[in-house]
């Protein structure tokens, strides 16, 4: 992977970068020194920031693939001005594309993810002034064709990819500035902001940041798993200025731990905060969604969702369970997951489904006709054990024993 920078000249934000510098009292861009207050540490409300944070990650993440791929370029590309005027464009056709280090990008990214209002930031006044920008437009189109062909060795179609690689250009940033004291409590923050990356939706729970910590590794990794998020390194940029100075939000973090190679550990948004952000962003069902066991009420419309018949032999236990998108089965145009506890065919709420979720549904139990009666005769065959005198049961565990 390579982590070429962007020249100033190619930068499509060098212009917003510029008049992010003009604007901000947080930088200088000159060797003079710059006189910062004394660091406050954790005396704002975090919970006033809360939200914030939870829909400034939802934008960008909605945007980041904009932001990505006018970087993409195709490895071996260079052009060569002729005499004549004429540019000569070379090609290197072994069809490995990697991602330029926008180091202007980086800089408007720090004040995105650390200035107390997002919306004044001039990244998000500008991304959508940019949809409408032709230079930035062509850069984006052409990213996106060499992503239809080969992808890179982290695909950045994933949307916990590309906002782990602009993360990650945030950082190098932030290691080259100044400021070492307000340098490490935005690194800090900035780990934050990793661990809403690393959220998986199922039930672990991830501690680390941008480094995989000892416990991760032991709790979360299998023996043949890696770091997810083990990408190539961007190097450190060494800066004269120091970024984006004290504000409310970075000192609203309740900083704890030991301090230890310039960080400190913090963790502040709850599994529940991760969750949200992580469902916004992708089409699945809640990994803790629990329905009742129970029989659902008569439709006064039988023509159009008629109750079905169950097995004889089986009842709803009444206890509520979580239900898996890959357990779910449909029969006509219902869905149904059997109960966990007794095996019961408990009808779920088409409302808890979205459309993509219905329609992966629908695909995955098309190419079983026979699943239906297969799902049926489990049930039943489950309701007859649980029946039976401990000593007989053979095919399921029940909860009552």
């Known amino acids: 992977m390579h982590d070429e920078d962007v020249k100033l000249e190619d930068s499509i934000w060098y212009d917003a970068y510029k008049e992010l510098v003009n604007y901000s009292k947080y930088f200088d861009i000159s060797k003079k020194h710059t006189v910062f207050g004394d660091i406050y540490w954790g005396d704002v409300e975090f919970d006033e920031f809360r939200e914030s944070i939870k829909e400034r990650y939802i934008f960008l993440a909605n945007n980041s693939l904009f932001l990505l791929a006018p ?12 005499d004549n005027g004429a540019v000569l464009v070379q090609h290197n056709f072994s069809g490995n594309i990697y991602l330029k280090n926008d180091i202007y990008l980086s800089v408007l990214l720090e004040q995105y993810l650390f200035i107390d209002d997002y919306k004044e930031s001039i990244l998000y006044k500008k991304i959508n002034e940019y949809k409408e920008n ?22 950045i179609n994933d949307v916990n990819i590309r906002m782990f690689r602009l993360f990650n250009g945030v950082r190098s940033y932030l290691l080259g500035q100044k400021d070492t004291s307000n340098r490490s409590r935005k690194l800090c923050v900035l780990d934050e902001y990793f661990r809403i990356v690393r959220y998986t939706n199922d039930n672990k729970v991830w501690t680390s940041g941008y480094l995989l910590n000892q416990e991760d590794a032991q709790n979360n990794l299998s023996v043949d798993e890696a770091d997810p998020f083990d990408l190539a390194s ?32 913090i963790n502040h948004l709850s599994e529940k905060d991760k969750q949200e952000i992580y469902l916004k962003l992708h089409d699945e069902l809640p990994h803790d969604l629990e329905i009742p066991c129970i029989l659902e009420a008569t439709n006064l419309d039988c023509m159009i969702d008629e109750r079905l018949k169950r097995p ?71 309701a007859l054990d649980d029946q039976s005198l401990p000593h007989h049961k053979v095919l399921f565990k029940s909860d009552k024993n």
Do not use: W
């Open 71 to 82: 970087l993409l370029l195709r490895e071996g590309d260079f052009s060569t001005t002729l």
């Open 134 to 155: 032709s230079n930035y437009l062509e850069n984006y189109k052409q990213g996106l064709l060499l992503l239809e062909g080969r992808i890179l060795k982290e695909d």
């Open 234 to 265: 961007v190097k450190v940029i060494p800066v004269l200025n120091r970024g984006i100075g004290k504000t409310r939000l970075i000192h609203s973090f309740d900083v704890r731990g030991i301090f230890r190679d310039n960080l400190f550990s």
């Open 312 to 382: 004889n032999e089986t009842k709803p236990c009444g206890v509520s369970f979580r239900i898996k998108e890959g357990n779910i089965f449909i029969n006509g145009s219902s869905f149904y997951h059997l109960c966990n506890s007794c095996g019961y065919i408990v009808k779920v709420p088409a409302s808890l489904l979205s459309d993509g979720i219905k329609a992966r549904i629908k695909e995955r139990c098309s190419k079983d006709k026979n699943l239906f009666r297969k799902m049926e005769l489990i049930s039943e065959l489950q």
